[in-house]
């Protein structure tokens, strides 16, 4: 006999919420056969069997909660899993049979009927009757013929308002649906409403002019596509001025444990992703040692394994900073949440035409997007981050410049 055991899920994992279960009790599986599918809070796990044999039992359905380590089923040897179901239900046969077979019995019908008929001549008879016969010793059980006509004509007036109760309340009824969150949901519910009650987090904007970004992009994309098999996107452009802004102002880099602060020494860029059960953030490693190039190789490959369900617990773990995009979504100005703990996060916004002012006469339509950032005040002065902001902005208004040095 073999236990399926939730194993290690990886850093700072300790549970999950079982998904689907693929087998169910009796079936056969090999060795490395798909049991059974677990929810965590950043990707579901597939857990496989390390045995051949038959599943004898799973102690744990879809929609449980198990810890690591658990005990969640057993699968027994072949021989003997397949047989075991089929004795309980020949020994549950001959019960049923006589149960069926025993006929009702009729007799006490009638006495129910009279008791039926008694009960009826006490209930029908006014309190001022009931009170009389008490009196006078009478028996009203006893009396059936005695009952005043009136009386048994009371209860059919409260009859139909007892009936149209229900009717009446239902049309006040509205349609709800109820469903219950998934884990990922509820930890990502959890860590927004933690980010939001342990940090001082403020949110400072700016703008920036995409002329120049989007003019190079018009002129190089086909070119940088034939040698790079990837399209020049946005992301590896800001991606290249936040590290560039991090390298200036290193405190929105760290982190707070304690009453320490751990600055960083990496580049490590957290990138939201949306994805089917909520928002993720995969982590492009090393991004200052990346060419544009492999930024956005990375970030294709992350974003389409975060929408197949794919992604891998290292996928997931550690960033230093991350950069969120409402603007796909046409959100024109948002206030991110920190995405603990890391202590600064950078909200990208729709691109939108918008008149600006050259100089003192000079109007003209420029494509604008408004950026924000969100810090953690506890150790980023506000100063700092509307500077770290600026510097994002000008880093990203001349993007030939951050191209050549990136």
Do not use: C
């Not at 290690?8 to 998904?19: A, H, K, P, Q, R």
């Not at 049991?35 to 950043?42: A, F, G, H, R």
Request: no cysteine; charged share 25%.
């Amino acid at each position: 006999m073999a236990e399926i055991i939730v194993p290690e899920l990886g850093e700072s994992i300790s549970e999950g919420t079982i998904t689907k279960w693929f087998v169910k009790e009796g079936d056969s599986v090999n060795q490395g056969d798909v049991l059974l599918e677990l929810e965590t809070d950043k990707v579901n796990i597939e857990i496989s069997a390390d045995n051949s044999g038959v599943v004898s039992r799973i102690a744990k359905q879809d929609g449980d909660v198990v810890l690591v380590g658990e005990t969640i089923g057993s699968i027994g040897e072949a021989a003997g899993g397949a047989a075991a179901p089929a004795a309980p239900a020949a020994e549950a046969a001959p019960v049923a049979a006589p149960v069926a077979a025993t006929p009702a019995p009729a007799a006490p019908a009638a006495p129910a009927a009279s008791s039926a008929s008694e009960s009826a001549a006490v209930i029908n008879a006014s309190p001022a009757a009931r009170k009389r016969a008490r009196e006078q010793g009478i028996d009203l059980s006893q009396a059936q013929g005695q009952a005043p006509a009136p009386a048994v004509a009371t209860p059919v007036k409260s009859a139909p308002l007892t009936q149209s109760e229900p009717a009446n309340a239902s049309k006040d009824v509205k349609p709800t649906e109820r469903k219950r969150m998934s884990r990922r949901r509820v930890t990502i519910a959890n860590r927004l409403v933690e980010a939001q009650r342990t940090a001082a987090m403020l949110t400072t904007f700016n703008e920036v002019d995409m002329t120049a970004i989007l003019d190079l992009r018009k002129r190089r994309k086909q070119a940088f596509f034939e040698k790079n098999d990837v399209n020049l996107g946005f992301m590896s452009f800001f991606t290249k001025a936040v590290v560039g802004a991090l390298k200036a102002f290193p405190l929105l880099n760290a982190e707070i444990d304690g009453e320490d602060i751990i600055t960083k020494k990496f580049y490590d860029i957290g990138i939201a992703v949306s994805a089917k059960e909520g928002l993720v953030v995969p982590v492009v490693r090393d991004a200052d040692r990346l060419s544009f190039a492999e930024i956005e190789k990375n970030i294709v490959e992350l974003a389409g394994k975060a929408r197949s369900n794919t992604l891998a617990i290292s996928d997931l773990q550690g960033g230093s900073f991350t950069i969120t995009n409402g603007g796909v979504f046409g959100s024109l100005l948002s206030t991110p949440i920190l995405n603990a703990p890391q202590v600064g996060i950078l909200g990208m916004h729709k691109i939108q035409i918008r008149p600006v002012a050259i100089d003192d006469v000079r109007m003209e339509n420029r494509p604008m997007m408004y950026l924000a950032l969100s810090y953690d005040h506890r150790i980023v002065d506000g100063s700092e981050a509307v500077r770290f902001l600026v510097t994002v902005k000008a880093l990203l208004e001349d993007p030939e410049a951050l191209l050549l040095e990136g």
